[in-house]
């Protein structure tokens, strides 16, 4: 079975800075989806970014950016200019070619003012 | 609907009380899954739901769990004589076919077993 491990329990960055959110799965397939989602105190979990393994380009959205290293199977998320409103928990999760989903344990982002 | 709609959004119960939790999800979204999630901790899968193929029922806990789920609609997760170990937040996600495809999840289910 697949499994994903987030080693950060918690992480804090000052407003405006960068953080980075690491995330390692372990997987035999070659063709698989990696995404990371936030959950804010609300509980709703909302996708932050995605990426397909059989791209080598990182995704990045907005202010949101991965660095996918297929061979290593890391995928860490880093968080530019960083907000108040990232303040949340952050979950890697990695989806097979059968539609399971597997998430890691979470990393719980603070942001100082 | 918008989205995914759970109900109820909370709900407190006795030890050894059945519950039964609700999921609506997108129309149109036939992957279905269920996730539990601890105080603190990070998601559990209890079930998964494709179509009218049989559910992979493999993260159930124990038999006290159970899920059905009518075609592409609706979804109930019953579990049956609570523990207290029970309590946590059910969430429900939903998804199309589509590998690349993500989860639209609910705003989940706060269980508390007293």
């Not at chain 1, 918690?10 to 690491?22: F, G, I, K």
């Not at chain 1, 950016?65 to 995928?75: C, E, H």
Request: proline letters at 4%; charged letters at 20%.
């Amino acid at each position: 079975a697949q499994t994903v491990t987030q080693s950060q329990p918690e992480m804090s960055v000052q407003e405006a800075e960068t953080v980075t959110l690491s995330c390692t799965y372990d997987t035999s397939e070659s063709d698989y989806y990696l995404f990371w989602y936030k959950q804010p105190p609300s509980r709703q979990m909302i996708l932050v970014i995605r990426q397909e393994a059989y791209k080598q380009q990182n995704a990045t959205e907005n202010r949101f950016s991965v660095n996918f290293q297929k061979a290593a199977k890391s995928f860490s998320l880093k968080i530019s200019d960083s907000q108040l409103g990232d303040a949340a928990m952050y979950f890697c999760a990695y989806r097979n070619t059968g539609n399971q989903f597997y998430f890691g344990t979470g990393t719980s982002l603070t942001v100082i003012p | 609907g918008a989205g995914v709609s759970q109900s109820p959004s909370n709900k407190v119960t006795e030890k050894g009380k059945d519950v039964e939790l609700r999921c609506d999800p997108i129309s149109g979204h036939t992957a279905l899954y269920w996730y539990r999630q601890r105080l603190g901790q990070g998601l559990e899968f209890l079930i998964y739901f494709q179509g009218n193929s049989a559910p992979d029922k493999s993260g159930l806990p124990s038999d006290r769990f159970s899920a059905e789920r009518t075609g592409e609609s609706v979804s109930t997760l019953t579990i049956q004589r609570t523990q207290q170990e029970d309590s946590a937040v059910y969430l429900c996600a939903s998804s199309l076919r589509q590998a690349n495809e993500k989860l639209f999840f609910g705003s989940g289910t706060q269980l508390s077993v007293l």
